[in-house]
């Protein structure tokens, strides 16, 4: 089977950094995605990564291992309107993608 | 600004009353999906048209159907609509299909309520 894992929920502190992971177990990989979705909203796109490394955009940055299966979304001085669930999804190798269940930030002042 | 747009953004419906979901987008891309999510899930792909060649995931129920008339038009059509069916609807829109690196760009839903 082709499966994301990311935790469920995770809370922080406005001002502080958070880091969210994302291990994944497809067939084949051909780049990963990370998505910010707000309750009740549609999901945006806020990163990708094909090569393994950091990519840096802002106050988010992407780091992705392929050889590990493993990416995480590192957010720096956390804003409460940073509260979102973060959605991680993986293109196999058949060009299809496959979305993690997302990870339910809870940014605390 | 290029957009996806969807409508309606609320809609309710009766239990076995059909419906249709629209979805239009000003991109131009040729990729067109169509996601159900349910609460704290990941979106689940019904179906996808690059340009015009339909694509049905093999677990999308024949109650689910899907109309392109053209490049910028989409439409969801639920012909018996279960309390099951009850959940966001999610139009997304990409250059390449995924390749490349070519993002999804969502519109922003049709909630869907089934009483």
């Known amino acids: 089977g082709q499966n994301i894992d990311q935790p469920t929920e995770m809370t922080a502190t406005e001002g502080a950094i958070v880091q969210i992971n994302c291990t994944y177990q497809t067939s084949g990989f051909n780049g990963l995605f990370w998505y910010q979705q707000h309750a009740g909203e549609a999901p945006t796109f806020l990163s990708y990564?094909?090569l393994d490394g950091l990519e840096e955009k802002g106050r988010f940055s992407s780091f992705l291992s392929r050889s590990k299966g493993y990416s995480y979304l590192l957010l720096k001085e956390l804003q409460m309107k940073d509260s979102a669930s973060y959605l991680c999804?993986?293109?196999?190798?058949?060009?299809?993608?496959?979305w993690g269940a997302g990870t339910k930030l809870i940014i605390k002042p | 600004d290029a957009m996806v747009i969807q409508n309606p953004r609320y809609q309710v419906t009766q239990f076995g009353k059909p419906v249709t979901l629209s979805c239009s987008q000003t991109?131009?891309?040729?990729?067109m999906y169509w996601y159900q999510q349910k609460s704290s899930q990941a979106p689940k792909l019904l179906f996808h048209?690059?340009?015009?060649?339909?694509?049905n995931e093999a677990d999308t129920p024949d109650n689910f159907q899907s109309r392109r008339p053209n490049t910028s038009f989409c439409f969801l059509d639920i012909r018996s609509p279960g309390l099951g069916d009850a959940a966001m609807y999610l139009c997304?829109?990409?250059?390449?299909?995924?390749?490349?690196?070519?993002?999804?760009?969502f519109g922003n839903g049709t909630r869907l309520t089934v009483t």
């Open positions: 999804a993986v293109i196999n190798s058949n060009y299809q993608l496959i």
């Open positions: 997304a829109t990409s250059r390449e299909g995924g390749t490349g690196g070519s993002p999804l760009h």
């Open positions: 990564n094909v």
């Open positions: 991109l131009n891309h040729n990729v």
């Open positions: 048209y690059y340009d015009k060649d339909f694509n």
